[in-house]
Nanobody, 116 residues
Framework: QEQLVESGGGLVQPGGSLRLSCVAS????????MSWSRQAPGKERELVAV????????NYGDSVKGRFTISRDNTKNTLYLQMNSLKPEDTAVYYC?????????WGQGTQVTVSS
């Protein structure tokens, strides 16, 4: 059974940092392109960052460039998102995604709230 489990969300003050993790199981993690997306209340899901299967070729949404860093550890089947200089507009549920051709898996999401 393919599974993605996110963790690391929570409440943080503006300017603070969080590190999200996503642990994969049930499929060959190292073969998949991985990404983080987010969805705020009343808004469409937005792609935050994507990384190639070997850990190269990271790309970011304009709203997070220079503040967020996506990485992966294929030996641990884990995807990460380091989020720095957080802003209230970063508040959303963050989802992990794995994609390979027509195969497409999503995690259940982790809530990130940026507020003073």
């Amino acid at each position: 059974q393919e599974q993605l489990v996110e963790s690391g969300g929570g409440l943080v003050q503006p300017g603070g940092s969080l590190r999200l993790s996503c642990v994969a199981s049930g499929f060959t993690f190292s073969h998949y392109v991985m990404s983080w997306s987010r969805q705020a209340p009343g808004k469409e899901r937005e792609l935050v960052a994507v990384i190639g299967s070997a850990g190269r070729g990271a790309n970011y949404g304009d709203s997070v460039k220079g503040r967020f860093t996506i990485s992966r550890d294929n030996t641990k089947n884990t995807l990460y998102l380091q989020m720095n200089s957080l802003k209230p507009e970063d508040t959303a549920v963050y989802y992990c995604n794995a994609r390979l051709s027509y195969l497409d898996y999503w995690g259940q999401g982790t809530q990130v709230t940026v507020s003073s």
